[in-house]
């Protein structure tokens, strides 16, 4: 037996509530707040599943817990990346439940994190793929979106935002003069990226001739849904995935269905480039907005082309 998410939140509505309340005022960004929410919510969802009502969330036993991380990854094909990060959500929601004794103890407490790989290459899309990824924008879009698509995406892959960073971009971030963008990232934390000439001027353009008239309340945010709500970090996913598949179907294109292309991977793709072309790490570090050089340096991957590059010297003298 499966319920709906008003369901689930109605029966936990205390407890949903004391947890984000205690993020907010922990100033968790709203990113965070947000995807702990989720990943409590589907975490109850699962042990709710077989039941008629509400469960006593001091009743709940480690044993459950495992299983439900198990399902994630067996059921929802979850990485180990992502099925830690909803182990943290759980424990940390119980952590605050206790603290407000609520319940009287934590069963995700002492669960193992599942072991992450380390040392894995971030999968990107080479500059002749990126070419004809963007060309595909068109044939999955509506007209009336097309500029916007294009330059949402040309956010990700020549500018390095993140998905949030995009549904969060307000007019007001706008620099006209110096053509660039400032943009918050994780923790609120905020940076400043020029952008390239035609990314700018599409920017622009889309705002002037494309953009929908925004609802009240939304009137600054820069990109807007056929609704008129700043568009969720949901919709810009499916566009991206959406270009992936129907890229998959042409039979031209068999490569594609290898690629695990996300638009995660369009940042991944902008850094890894900036490498490849020579830009200093601590350059790229602060064009991706990360706090800690280690997470850069995973961009410095040497491909097979640079190598062979660096192979590609006369030694005939010595033989």
């Not at 007001?172 to 934390?189: C, M, R």
Request: glycine content about 4%.
């Amino acid at each position: 037996m499966e319920f709906s998410k008003s369901l689930l939140t109605s029966w936990y509505e205390e407890e949903l509530s004391i947890f984000q309340t205690d993020m907010d005022n922990k100033d968790y960004s709203p990113f965070t707040i947000d995807n702990y929410t989720r990943d409590v919510i589907m975490f109850l969802a699962y042990i709710t599943r077989n039941q008629s009502d509400k469960i006593d969330l001091g009743h709940v036993k480690k044993m459950q817990i495992t299983l439900y991380m198990n399902m994630l990854k067996t059921k929802r094909g979850n990485s180990a990346t992502t099925r830690n990060r909803r182990l943290t959500s759980v424990r940390s929601f119980y952590k605050c439940l206790m603290s407000y004794e609520l319940v009287n103890h934590n069963p995700a407490a002492e669960l193992e994190s599942a072991k992450e790989r380390t040392g894995a290459l971030p999968t990107y899309l080479e500059k002749d793929e990126l070419k004809l990824f963007f060309g595909e924008i068109e044939h999955i879009s509506q007209e009336r979106h097309v500029m916007r698509n294009k330059v949402m995406l040309g956010l990700m892959a020549f500018a390095g935002l993140r998905v949030t960073e995009i549904h969060l971009l307000n007019r007001s971030y706008i620099n006209t003069e110096k053509k660039g963008i400032t943009v918050v990232g994780k923790g609120n934390k905020s940076r400043y990226i020029p952008l390239p000439h035609a990314l700018f001027e599409q920017l622009i353009d889309y705002i002037k001739k494309e953009r929908e008239f925004p609802m009240k309340g939304y009137e600054d945010a820069v990109f807007i849904s056929r609704r008129g709500k700043r568009i969720s970090r949901r919709r810009i996913q499916e566009i991206t995935e959406r270009i992936r598949s129907s890229l998959t179907e042409q039979t031209e294109f068999d490569s594609w269905k290898a690629q695990k292309i996300s638009s995660h991977k369009l940042r991944h793709s902008f850094a890894t480039h900036l490498v490849q072309d020579g830009i200093d790490i601590r350059t790229v570090q602060e064009l991706l907005g990360h706090s800690n050089l280690n997470t850069t340096q995973k961009y410095t991957h040497v491909s097979d082309k640079q190598k062979e590059k660096a192979m590609e010297m006369e030694i005939g003298q010595y033989f």
